[in-house]
C-alpha cells in the first residue's frame, strides 16, 4: 500500500508526514484491498483554515474521497480518518451482506 502526503501552499512538516501516515496506516483494518491512500493538505489562506482530502484507491470500487476544513489541521487529519473509516466499513458490510441475499 501506498501513502503519499502532499501539501498546498505550505510545507509539509517531518511530524505531519508521520501523523498522516499513523492514521492511514489504520484505514487497512476496515478494508483490506486499499490500493493507495493520498493525503492533500492545504491552507486556504482567504479562508484562514486547513483543507484536508484524503483519497483512497481500492480494487473493483471507485475511489473514496473525503473533505474535511477546519482550523487545527491534526483534528481535520482525525475527522477525515473518522469518516473514512465509516465509509470503508459500510462498503466491506455491502460487499458481505450482498453474497448473501436471495433473489
Given amino acids: 500500500m501506498e501513502i503519499n502526503v502532499i501539501g498546498r501552499h505550505f510545507e ?8 498522516a ?15 493507495s491512500i493520498e493525503v492533500v493538505a492545504d491552507w486556504a489562506d482567504h479562508y484562514n483554515h486547513y483543507e484536508v482530502e484524503v483519497i483512497v484507491q481500492v480494487d473493483r ?6 473533505k474535511v476544513a477546519g ?9 477525515s ?13 455491502k460487499l458481505r451482506n450482498r453474497k448473501h441475499m436471495k433473489s
Fill in 12 to 19: 509539509i512538516t517531518p511530524a505531519i508526514r508521520d501523523y
Fill in 21 to 35: 501516515n499513523q492514521k492511514a496506516n489504520k484505514l487497512p483494518r476496515y478494508y483490506d484491498r486499499i490500493k
Fill in 61 to 66: 470500487a471507485d475511489p473514496f474521497i473525503v
Fill in 71 to 79: 482550523e487545527d489541521l491534526y483534528a481535520c487529519m482525525d475527522e
Fill in 81 to 93: 480518518a473518522s469518516k473514512l473509516e465509516r465509509q470503508l466499513t459500510d462498503h466491506k458490510e
